[in-house]
């Protein structure tokens, strides 16, 4: 046996007070916190195989078939699929959401590349969107009304953290998630990528990826407006508000060479301000959720 034999054994040590964005804060419900962190924890042991530098395409995705079995019970046991298990079994909610996680995991593990946004989108479907779906669940928001505004918004934080660390990806990992049909379109290379500071064409792949996250997070913005749990839903305003001014920082700062994330006092005033304009809402929250249902396609 090897000391990477298990799927703890590769553990980063990073959790969920190192994350870009807020993880179960303590804005959500103490009844919900601790399945979302035992699904954080879950995730994160996933995501640390398909990070590992030392282990083989093909150990990362037995270790990751193993943290599914534990997880749905066709294997043995793995102490870091147990607590989310034990979660689920509570609520009975199934393990599909985790799950699609473990496949975005698999993706990495096998593709270091990206051909278009097209793509991208279809790796951020597993990569991201199952995250918003199972917070959402877990709340007993209605999927019909909330999962749409939420794969856009957690599409754009999974593009938005691609941005913020494309430099660290390239170099340690020789993973580009920036489309190959963008680059060429601005005389990119995905050598630049390792250097110091960002060469204009890259630059300008910056802004126009970080434009397209403005654009879903667009799309994504009437959601706190249509969740029905109060703190879900300044939560959820706290992060779009947050991604919207890391999506406006991207469009001037290189995140090859500045700090794109601000501060703690400065983010504690963006999450204030998403906070209150999205309370400032919630007495006309009524007909903003009777308009979103009669213009959802049937």
């Not at 298990?6 to 007070?17: D, E």
């Not at 500045?258 to 504690?268: D, I, L, P, T, W």
Request: charged letters at 25%; hydrophobic letters at 45%.
């Amino acid at each position: 046996m090897t000391s990477l034999d298990s799927a703890s054994a590769t553990r980063s040590g990073k959790g969920h007070r190192d994350e870009n964005f807020p993880v179960a804060s303590h804005l959500i419900h103490p009844r919900h916190r601790g399945a979302i962190l035992a699904f954080y924890n879950f995730v994160r042991a996933g995501d640390d195989v398909a990070d590992h530098a030392d282990l083989s395409p093909e150990r990362k995705i037995a270790l990751l078939d193993g943290l599914a079995d534990a997880l749905t019970g066709a294997g043995p046991a793995d102490p870091e699929a147990a607590p989310l298990k034990a979660e689920l079994a509570a609520r009975g909610l199934p393990p599909r959401h985790a799950l699609e996680l473990l496949d975005a995991f698999r993706m990495d593990a096998r593709k270091n590349r990206y051909a278009d946004w097209d793509e991208l989108i279809h790796y951020c479907r597993y990569s991201a969107m199952p995250v918003g779906r199972f917070v959402l669940d877990i709340h007993g928001e209605d999927p019909a009304r909330v999962w749409g505004p939420s794969d856009a918004i957690c599409a754009a934080l999974q593009v938005i953290n691609h941005l913020q660390d494309c430099g660290k990806d390239y170099r340690d990992l020789d993973r580009v998630y920036l489309p190959q049909d963008c680059l060429d379109r601005h005389g990119a290379t995905v050598a630049m990528l390792g250097e110091a500071k960002a060469p204009p064409p890259l630059r300008a792949v910056f802004r126009e990826l970080a434009q397209k996250c403005l654009g879903l997070l667009d799309e994504g913005a009437r959601l706190p407006d249509l969740i029905d749990d109060t703190r879900l839903s300044l939560e959820i305003a706290v992060i779009h508000r947050l991604a919207v001014v890391l999506s406006e920082g991207l469009l001037e700062r290189d995140p090859l060479s500045e700090k794109v994330h601000h501060g703690k006092a400065a983010f504690a005033l963006f999450a204030l301000r998403g906070a209150a304009a999205t309370l400032a809402r919630r007495p006309f929250r009524g007909r903003i959720v009777r308009a979103a249902i009669q213009g959802a396609p049937r």
